[in-house]
Nanobody, 128 residues
Framework: QVQLVESGGGLVQAGGSLRLSCAAS?????????LGWFRQAPGKEREFVAT????????YYEDSVKGRFTISRDNAKNTVNLQMNSLKPEDTAVYSC????????????????????WGQGTQVTVSS
């Protein structure tokens, strides 16, 4: 079992930055999981934002956040982060981190259905 807790959300003006963090705990090995960030805006379906492989060496981003968001992980501290720059009002959503138990050290995981554990989410609001 893995428990995931997000932090770092808040209200920011367009063009600003936020750094989300997700801390993992539980009787497991954090480096066994690929990690991802997803978001869900009011009235919309949950969408993929970014993912990082178990090794941390491979990442993948949703097109609208490429060049603005950076996902990273620290396996020693059991954390995954999402640095969000140049924020836009359309980035407003509840952001959730997730963990996927996979074998490969190098695989990124983009489908929500492949994730085994989810955090509760943190609200990000970008004002225009």
């Amino acid at each position: 079992q893995v428990q995931l807790v997000e932090s770092g959300g808040g209200l920011v003006q367009a063009g600003g930055s936020l750094r989300l963090s997700c801390a993992a705990s539980g009787r497991t090995t954090f480096s066994s999981y690929a990690l991802g960030w997803f978001r869900q805006a009011p009235g919309k379906e949950r969408e993929f934002v970014a993912t990082i492989s178990r090794s941390g060496g491979f990442t993948y981003y949703e097109d609208s956040v490429k060049g603005r968001f950076t996902i990273s992980r620290d396996n020693a501290k059991n954390t995954v982060n999402l640095q969000m720059n140049s924020l836009k009002p359309e980035d407003t959503a509840v952001y959730s981190c997730a963990a996927a138990s996979i074998y490969s050290m190098y695989t990124t995981v983009r489908l929500a259905a492949q994730y085994d554990y989810w955090g509760q989410g943190t609200q990000v609001t970008v004002s225009s």
